[in-house]
């Protein structure tokens, strides 16, 4: 079964990486789903996943950037804003694709 433009492996990895914030094993459950019409390994699937919660810190972080010298303080805050993007990815680059 072909897929849509915008699909693929980055699209079900974004959808992984978001159902792993709050049920990392229904994530995995998720992405061996997925996996299972061959056109994709669950590996790369949890491979885009990392690459979208690192993107997500990196937008975070860059926004801090654009805000740094006119407001310290929230430039501070949207940095402490990508922990969570950061460490998700962490969890994510750890997982077990099997």
């Keep these: 079964m072909g897929r849509a ?21 229904q994530a995995a459950a998720l992405a061996q789903e997925l996996a299972a019409d061959g056109e994709f390994t669950a590996g790369e699937i949890l491979d885009q996943a990392v690459d979208a919660a690192v ?25 402490l804003h990508a922990v969570p993007h950061l460490a998700l990815a962490a969890a994510l680059a750890g997982a077990d694709a099997d």
Excluded: K, Y
């Design 5 to 25: 433009a915008g699909e693929g492996p980055a699209g079900e990895g974004a959808a992984v990486a978001a159902r792993w914030r709050t049920d990392p094993q």
């Design 55 to 79: 993107l997500e810190a990196l937008l975070t972080l860059r926004r801090a950037g654009t805000v740094s010298v006119s407001d310290p303080g929230a430039a501070a805050g949207l940095c």
